[in-house]
Nanobody, 114 residues
Framework: VQLQASGGGLVQAGGSLRLSCAAS????????LGWYRRAPGKQRELVAH???????NYADSVKGRFTISRDNAKNTVYLQMNSLQVEDTAVYYC?????????WGQGTLVTVSS
């Protein structure tokens, strides 16, 4: 499985960005696509994920601000990030999870300036 992420960049606090990640390869069955992030000096943490049947899960810190969605026909996951805060600055990683296996995309940097 290969994951190609895009959409990071520099934005001012309060602004919005949309991340996309296209998955290719053996995408099938019950699976989850999601986003993790690693801020400077911190451990990687879950941001949000969405299962193939639609169930979503969000980190408390992004609830109400971020929305995850997916297009199963395109095997693509999106992360709409609104009301961005300086604390959201991090490298964001796309993730695919299936049958106890994790696959990771390259990171995309999101920088939120004050």
């Amino acid at each position: 499985v290969q994951l190609q992420a895009s959409g990071g960049g520099l934005v001012q606090a309060g602004g919005s960005l949309r991340l996309s990640c296209a998955a290719s390869g053996r995408i099938f069955g019950v699976n989850a696509l999601g986003w993790y992030r690693r801020a400077p000096g911190k451990q990687r943490e879950l941001v949000a994920h969405i299962y193939s049947y639609g169930l979503t899960n969000y980190a408390d810190s992004v609830k109400g601000r971020f929305t995850i969605s997916r297009d199963n026909a395109k095997n693509t996951v999106y992360l709409q990030m609104n009301s961005l805060q300086v604390e959201d600055t991090a490298v964001y990683y796309c993730n695919y999870f299936h049958d106890s296996n994790n696959y990771w995309g390259q990171g995309t940097l999101v920088t939120v300036s004050s």
